[in-house]
T-cell receptor
């Protein structure tokens, strides 16, 4: 079993729809949770960085962490064609330099 | 603001040849530095990280090595490349040394193809 599971998709939605992405994990020691966006042939770009459980909102993006279920989510409201990318979840234990990544979900927003 | 540079963007090398990929960070001091490899359809795999000049930690036994000759410079090397070394290599930084819980920021990577 992988430490972090993420559905690779692909996920295709019409412009303006809500995009819902999620990851599950098995290591209860994870405390820091991240979402990265990666465009084709580019490096990952940090979107959201959260600690422990709860919600965090930044513009059209909302990250949720449910540690009791070992489940994290990213919601993108009012999606735009420019949101078309691969979205990677990542997480780490406190004071650990190593990040554990999901495989990434490819999202296409249709104009 | 901080920026991270990686070069070259694309590299094609024959099997058995040496490798040197370079990464530099600007706008910060004493960063933590990382080398990752990303295989198609898979998540990123941490190869090396460094918390200071000359301090390298290896996560995965392999055909590669890393060095940090200066505070903001990180180099990935190999003496003899294998076909299995093909992939997308990403450098990342987080600030500052001794603070592992800071988020990591990535460069735009080097796509390495071994023939």
């Amino acid at each position: 079993q992988k430490e972090v599971e993420q559905d690779p998709g692909p996920l295709s939605v019409p412009e303006g729809a809500i995009v819902s992405l999620n990851c599950t994990y098995s290591n209860s020691a994870f405390q820091y949770f991240m979402w990265y966006r990666q465009y084709s042939r580019k490096g990952p770009e940090l979107l959201m960085y959260t600690y422990s459980s709860g919600n965090k909102e930044d513009g059209r993006f909302t990250a949720q962490v449910d540690k009791s279920s070992k489940y994290i989510s990213l919601f993108i409201r009012d999606s735009q064609p420019s949101d078309s990318a691969t979205y990677l979840c990542a997480m780490r234990r406190p004071n650990d330099y190593k990040l554990s990544f999901g495989a990434g979900t490819t999202v296409t927003v249709r104009a | 603001s901080q920026t991270i540079h990686q070069w070259p963007a694309t590299l094609v090398q024959p099997v058995g040849s040496p490798l040197s990929l370079e990464c530099t960070v600007e706008g910060t001091s004493n960063p933590n530095l990382y080398w990752y490899r990303q295989a198609a359809g898979r998540g990123l795999q941490l190869l090396f990280y460094s918390v200071g000049i000359g301090q390298i930690s290896s996560e995965v036994p392999q055909n590669l090595s890393a060095s940090r000759p200066q505070d903001r410079q990180f180099i990935l090397s190999s003496k003899k490349l294998l076909l299995s070394d093909s992939g997308f290599y990403l450098c990342a930084w987080s600030g500052e040394t001794g603070y592992p819980n800071q988020p990591q920021h990535f460069g735009d990577g080097t796509r390495l193809s071994i023939l």
